[in-house]
T-cell receptor, first 111, second 115 residues
Framework: TQLLEQSPQFLSIQEGENLTVYCNSSSVFSSLQWYRQEPGEGPVLLVT?????EVKKLKRLTFQFGDARKDSSLHITAAQPGDTGLYLC???????????FGAGTRLFVKA | GAVVSQHPSRVICKSGTSVKIECRSLDFQATTMFWYRQFPKQSLMLMAT?????????EQGVEKDKFLINHASLTLSTLTVTSAHPEDSSFYIC???????????FGPGTRLTVL
C-alpha cells in the first residue's frame, strides 16, 4: 500500500506571506491531484500533475510534480484570507485504481 | 463539467432509523464512485469503493451490513446508514471518477446528525 505524507499539518500565517505544502511518498504515482476544501463543503479539484518535473500555475498557486513522480509541492505566493482551507494532495496508484490521500494541511491566513 | 451532487446536504434522525444518501454524477458517467467519512478537522477516510453493477469494496473496519452501498447506474450511487446511532454522526462525502481519468470529483457532502 502506498503512503502519501503531507506536511505541514497546520499552518497559520499573516496575509501577504508565502508558504509551501509538501507531499512525499516512497512510491511512484501515475498522477497527483491537489484539492482545497472549505468547512462544510466537499473538496474541489485545483490541479492534476502527470509528468515528472511538471509545473502548473493557478494564479498565485504553483504546483510541482517531482521528477520521479514520488512527491509534489504546492506554493502559495502572497497568501490571502480567501486561501484559508484544508489542502489535500492525492496520488493515483500506478497500475491500480486507488487514490491515496494525504492527511491534509489546514491553512489559516490572518488578515 | 464534472459536477457531482449529493442529497440530502443535511439530515437529522433519531437513533435506530436508517438514512439514505444519494450521490449523482450530473454530466459524466462514473464507473467508480467512492464514499468517504470525515471527522471535524481531519482528512478524508475512505469507507468503500462502489463499482457500477457489482458489489462495493469496503475498507478494513467498515461494516458492510451497516453501511449499505448500491451503485445501480453509471450516474448514481447510494449509501444507506442502517440503524444509525449517535456515533455515526459525521460528514459523509462521495466522489466520482470518469472511466479514463485519475481525478475524483467530489460531492458537497452530507452532514448526518443522529440524536
Amino acid at each position: 500500500t502506498q503512503l502519501l505524507e503531507q506536511s505541514p499539518q497546520f499552518l497559520s500565517i499573516q496575509e501577504g506571506e508565502n508558504l509551501t505544502v509538501y507531499c512525499n511518498s516512497s512510491s511512484v504515482f501515475s498522477s497527483l491531484q491537489w484539492y482545497r476544501q472549505e468547512p462544510g463543503e466537499g473538496p474541489v479539484l485545483l490541479v492534476t500533475v502527470v509528468t515528472g518535473g511538471e509545473v502548473k500555475k493557478l494564479k498565485r498557486l504553483t504546483f510541482q510534480f517531482g521528477d520521479a513522480r514520488k512527491d509534489s509541492s504546492l506554493h502559495i505566493t502572497a497568501a490571502q484570507p480567501g486561501d484559508t482551507g484544508l489542502y489535500l494532495c492525492a496520488g493515483a496508484e500506478t497500475g491500480g485504481f486507488k487514490t491515496i490521500f494525504g492527511a491534509g494541511t489546514r491553512l489559516f491566513v490572518k488578515a | 463539467g464534472a459536477v457531482v451532487s449529493q442529497h440530502p446536504s443535511r439530515v437529522i434522525c433519531k437513533s435506530g432509523t436508517s438514512v439514505k444518501i444519494e450521490c449523482r454524477s450530473l454530466d459524466f458517467q462514473a464507473t467508480t464512485m467512492f464514499w468517504y467519512r470525515q471527522f471535524p478537522k481531519q482528512s478524508l477516510m475512505l469507507m468503500a469503493t462502489s463499482n457500477e453493477g457489482s458489489k462495493a469494496t469496503y475498507e478494513q473496519g467498515v461494516e458492510k451490513d451497516k453501511f449499505l452501498i448500491n451503485h445501480a447506474s453509471l450516474t448514481l450511487s447510494t449509501l444507506t446508514v442502517t440503524s444509525a446511532h449517535p456515533e455515526d454522526s459525521s460528514f459523509y462525502i462521495c466522489s466520482a471518477r470518469e472511466d479514463r481519468g485519475d481525478e475524483q470529483f467530489f460531492g458537497p457532502g452530507t452532514r448526518l446528525t443522529v440524536l
